[in-house]
């Protein structure tokens, strides 16, 4: 999961039930899910990983156990996505009739433009319309500094080099610095037009310190990064009613492995292991135990699909792939979805349970007004949150979401098995069955659009109204989800639309996509360009005041 909820609370009464023995055995079996999901053997269930094709195939034979058979014949659904950036043999780095080595004595940058320039320069006299070769430090105390961010010191100091005509960029340290930078394949700072790269301290003392700079000095620079895809895996299983609706049940299996993708909220960044017992062991164990009740109790009035995402902790990858691309369900046919993600760790003080996207249907007040008494629940009404029941809103689909709540252990090493409740996690469970059942006698429920919820990190004073594709790896900003009403809706934006200049400003990526809205005030007015089909489509756009 990505986030926390800021919610309106309900309070009601709280009720303990004494367990019978199937509960008792439910919660054996629980155990037994989530010790093997969360151990260390996985190593984390990181999306792409051996743990997380280790944890897929028990989730498959938990499913088999319970003769629930594969959804359209097969329980796994691979999915690719772009992770990082490596760079090609073609790269070239070559001062005078020397070639560097690539990494040891000088590489590009992750954000430099796949392009090659040749230029006669001499070091710190740059001119426009040449490759310019600048020191990253200006003085001795800067490259001692274990605190200088050399990667943003080399992308603002580039781009500033780009609008005054510089062709390339070749930064290198002239003091010897012992944090010099180096190549980062999961750098997300965006594009440049022009190559950059980087010389060491001992390459530029070779064949720059020891030559006579009196002349000019040859340079050519090749640049050629590529994208590296890494491919996550979702697991479906299905029972086939015969009905003209689906109901979609999800949760997601991965988790961050040892921290890899910069996820973790470890503070020692040691390499632990993250078992992700509750994040999100617990939504996937719950998930398989209810498929078994849907089945064993015959609900006959949907086809019920049950879906494992991957890819969720790196933007709801495995959810999105799923709806958009995996199986070309139309999402007509789908009644609703619900979604469980960190249900595991339930207060026994506070009995408090946060369901989201409650605002998605009028049916969800409807059964969330029958009395309760084991929980104190936290209502959101949001479709938009931070896990996959997000990728099923924006297809118009009505959403639930569970979750017990956020705690100390969240994305960090220590959320193990031993600290689940499983009692509590069982109750959570037997409130999700009843709105299944429930549900199984009524009709397909009616979609409502939401506002966006207040989990929102960043604040602007002004917003288009769009979900961005936060996969998206090229140029621009990506719309995944146009939120009905607001000014990108009245514009007439399009899901699918990249969006590449908002006023006079230039939209590379999400960064400078944050930094153009951060231009404007409440109720202006001004124009964006997106690319439609390839095709530049210019719309008038207003900000809400």
Do not use: C
């Amino acid at each position: 999961m990505k986030a926390g909820f800021i919610s309106v609370l309900l309070l009601l009464p709280v009720l303990v039930f004494a367990q019978s023995k199937a509960d008792k055995k439910t919660i054996q079996q629980l155990k037994a899910d989530i010790y093997y999901l969360a151990s260390d053997s996985l190593e984390g269930r990181r999306t792409g990983s051996d743990g997380e094709r280790l944890a897929g195939g028990y989730i498959i034979t938990r499913y088999q156990a319970q003769n629930i058979p594969a959804y359209k014949n097969q329980y796994r659904y691979p999915f690719s996505f772009v992770y990082g950036k490596e760079i090609l043999d073609a790269t070239q780095i070559k001062i005078g009739n020397d070639y560097m080595r690539i990494k040891g004595q000088a590489f590009p940058l992750p954000f430099s433009a796949n392009k090659r320039v040749y230029s006669e320069v001499l070091p710190d006299v740059n001119e426009a319309g040449n490759l310019w070769m600048m020191n990253l430090y200006a003085n001795q105390d800067e490259a001692n500094d274990p605190h200088f961010d050399a990667v943003k010191v080399i992308y603002d100091k580039a781009k500033d080099a780009a609008a005054h005509g510089a062709k390339g960029v070749l930064f290198y340290d002239g003091f010897g610095s012992k944090y010099q930078p180096s190549f980062e394949p999961l750098s997300t700072t965006e594009m440049l037009d022009i190559p950059v790269a980087f010389l060491t301290f001992n390459a530029y003392d070779d064949y720059i310190t020891a030559r006579d700079k009196s002349g000019n000095l040859s340079i050519d620079l090749n640049v050629a990064i590529k994208k590296s895809e890494r491919t996550g895996t979702n697991i479906a299983a299905y029972i086939d009613n015969k009905a003209k609706y689906t109901v979609v049940l999800g949760a997601h299996y991965d988790h961050l492995g040892r921290g890899e993708d910069g996820n973790s909220l470890n503070a020692a960044k040691d390499n632990q292991i993250h078992n992700g017992a509750d994040d999100n062991a617990s939504g996937t164990a719950a998930l398989v135990e209810i498929a078994g009740w849907v089945k064993k109790h015959k609900l006959k009035h949907y086809n019920y699909l049950f879906l494992n995402f991957s890819g969720e902790e790196l933007g709801l990858l495995g959810s999105k792939a799923f709806v958009k691309e995996q199986t070309g369900m139309d999402s007509s046919h789908i009644a609703y979805m619900i979604n469980m993600d960190m249900v595991g760790r339930l207060n026994d003080s506070t009995h408090a349970l946060t369901i989201g996207g409650v605002g998605t249907s009028p049916v969800w007040g409807k059964l969330l007004a029958k009395p309760n008494k084991n929980f104190k629940l936290n209502l959101d009404s949001a479709g938009i949150g931070p896990s996959d029941h997000t990728s099923f809103y924006l297809a118009n689909i009505p959403v639930l979401f569970f979750f017990t709540g956020q705690h100390r252990d969240y994305h960090k090493p220590s959320d193990d098995a031993d600290k689940i409740n499983y009692p509590g996690e069982l109750s959570v469970m037997q409130y999700v069955y009843y709105f299944v059942s429930a549900m199984d006698k009524m009709p397909k429920p009616v979609f409502t659009p939401t506002k966006q919820s207040s989990m929102s990190r960043v604040n602007f004073k002004v917003t288009l109204g769009i979900m961005p594709d936060y996969s998206y790896q090229d140029a621009g900003v990506r719309v995944d989800g146009v939120t009905a009403d607001r000014p990108a809706s009245r514009a007439g934006m399009k899901e699918g639309d990249i969006i590449i200049q908002l006023g006079n400003n230039k939209v590379a990526g999400m960064q400078s996509y944050m930094e153009a809205l951060s231009k404007f005030s409440k109720g202006d007015a001004t124009t964006v360009i997106v690319l439609r089909k390839g095709e530049k489509v210019e719309m008038p756009v207003q900000f809400d005041k």
